[in-house]
């Protein structure tokens, strides 16, 4: 006769820290974060490398001092919570579920131009990693293709309230008159079908005039300024087609469009590639020299033995000048100001919004690019490359490419990353990188998997302070962030 064993309680998968003198765990299976209190440690140690079943369980609560009402009440809210689970063997965190076939597109990057007036020596769009675009490609997507563009993706948009454009390049403004005839039309188009729109665009801000800052400020056109710092560490890399470098033409554009452009934040996207990282340094001259509101960090994306990859040690020099520019912003958070670090503002909105990611981003779900031509990818770093078109404007969105490229992206698929307690966060990375690294889309970033645990450690353990020592500043970022 076959004796039927009870079911068991394990902790759910999690990862523990410390803030502010109090204890926390960053649960997998929901993304959430936890302040650990007398109750919760005392379910939690029991359940330390054990398994008890519920009646084991509820006498040993019962045994430390508590009624069998708190008893039973503390473990039916850790179950609700998914803090401890009823199950067979270690089972972690199942992950999310994908986003239905149907999923309503939000933004589109319009590639206005692949063409560009300067020529970065690391750039994905021209460099050794470039992904190889056909010939016969257009160079400058004519407005014919940027109206249907705004229609697919009001059509596309289903229960959306609203939509984004991003403008991109090549240098963006090299097609200035097409994007402005662009605003106008997405402008009068999604106020017909009752929907708002906002904008962004990126540019290397050599062809910035009063005039553009003007439309730019009056349309609340966000800006993005791709920008490697100080004049040493820009004429490095991003450099004019002969050479020269750009930083003195670009200055004293920036700093008219940051004087004048009143509607929307300024942003600046440094790439940091070897010898090329004293990040403290750039954000100095970034943020206090020349005035930008939020300064972010991205490593060039690059295969490994390209010679300005940054190395092991490299990223490790990265990651101690982050962490000390994290205890800078948490001071200015504490005091109740805003420090203007991209990089912790980003992972703290995630971390607020409980973000449980199945794929990296929004790349070929909520999110599209638009080549020149008019052929849909995954997004903007996939333009023009047929080996990863999606579909057309004129056509539509290619649904069994679509799934293709979405289920090999899905957190699921990646086998390194269910065991990572950063998944939630992370989902694998960028599918962009994972291409030029393992000429796969759907694998995993390995090389970066302890360099963004370590990362999202530091940015949890600002979250804990604040949330200890100062709860509205949390409260306020959500509303200006728009996740409350």
């Not at 596309?156 to 991109?168: C, L, N, P, S, Y």
């Not at 470098?245 to 940091?272: F, K, N």
């Not at 971390?351 to 929004?362: F, Q, W």
């Not at 080996?387 to 490419?401: A, L, N, P, Q």
Request: glycine share 10%.
């Amino acid at each position: 006769m076959t004796v039927m064993q009870a079911p068991a309680y394990r902790r759910g998968e999690y990862h523990g820290f410390e803030a502010a003198g109090s204890d926390f765990l960053y649960l997998v299976s929901a993304g959430a974060i936890f302040e650990i209190d007398e109750d919760v440690r005392a379910v939690l140690d029991r359940l330390d490398g054990s398994a008890l079943t519920h009646a084991a369980l509820l006498k040993g609560l019962i045994e430390d001092g508590r009624t069998a009402e708190d008893a039973e009440e503390i473990i039916v809210e850790l179950r609700r919570a998914r803090l401890i689970h009823l199950g067979h063997g270690d089972a972690l965190a199942p992950a999310p579920e994908a986003p239905p076939a149907d999923f309503p597109l939000q933004a589109l990057v319009l590639n206005v131009t692949n063409q560009c007036n300067l020529a970065c020596t690391y750039c994905y769009e021209f460099g050794a990693d470039k992904i190889a675009t056909p010939a016969g490609k257009p160079k400058y997507m004519a407005l014919d293709t940027a109206k249907a563009s705004v229609d697919l993706l009001i059509a596309e948009a289903v229960g959306r309230q609203a939509v984004h454009i991003t403008f991109f390049g090549g240098e963006t403004l090299m097609n200035f008159r097409l994007l402005r005839d662009v605003v106008d039309y997405a402008n009068a188009a999604t106020a017909a079908a009752g929907k708002a729109i906002t904008y962004s665009l990126t540019t290397n801000a050599t062809l910035l005039t009063p005039e553009i800052v003007t439309f730019l400020s009056d349309n609340r056109i966000g800006v993005t300024v791709s920008m490697d710092g100080p004049p040493d560490m820009q004429d490095r890399h991003r450099v004019f087609k002969n050479g020269k470098g750009s930083y003195a033409v670009i200055e004293p554009r920036l700093r008219t469009l940051i004087a004048h452009h009143r509607t929307r934040a300024i942003t600046a996207r440094v790439t940091l590639t070897e010898g090329n990282s004293d990040v403290i340094r750039i954000f100095r001259h970034l943020k206090d020299d020349l005035g930008f509101h939020e300064v972010g960090f991205a490593p060039v994306t690059t295969g490994e033995t390209r010679a300005y990859s940054i190395d092991a040690d490299g990223m490790d020099g990265v990651l101690a000048q982050f962490n000390q520019l994290a205890e800078e912003w948490l001071e200015y958070a504490l005091r109740g100001e805003v420090h203007g670090f991209t990089n912790v503002s980003e992972t703290i909105s995630e971390l607020i919004a409980g973000v449980n990611k199945s794929h990296p981003c929004g790349a070929g779900l909520g999110l599209m690019g638009v080549s020149p031509s008019g052929d849909l990818s995954p997004c903007h770093r996939f333009t023009d490359a047929d080996t990863h078109v999606m579909g057309h404007v004129s056509s539509g969105i290619d649904r069994e490419k679509q799934g293709a490229f979405l289920g090999k992206g899905h957190v699921g698929a990646k086998y390194e990353c269910q065991s990572c307690w950063a998944r939630p966060l992370c989902a694998g990375g960028c599918h962009h990188e994972a291409f030029v690294r393992y000429g796969d889309t759907g694998h995993a970033n390995l090389h970066y998997c302890d360099w963004i645990r370590q990362w999202t450690d530091t940015c949890l353990r600002i979250y804990g302070v604040l949330a200890v020592r100062n709860p509205a500043f949390l409260e306020r970022f959500a509303e200006r962030k728009g996740l409350s």
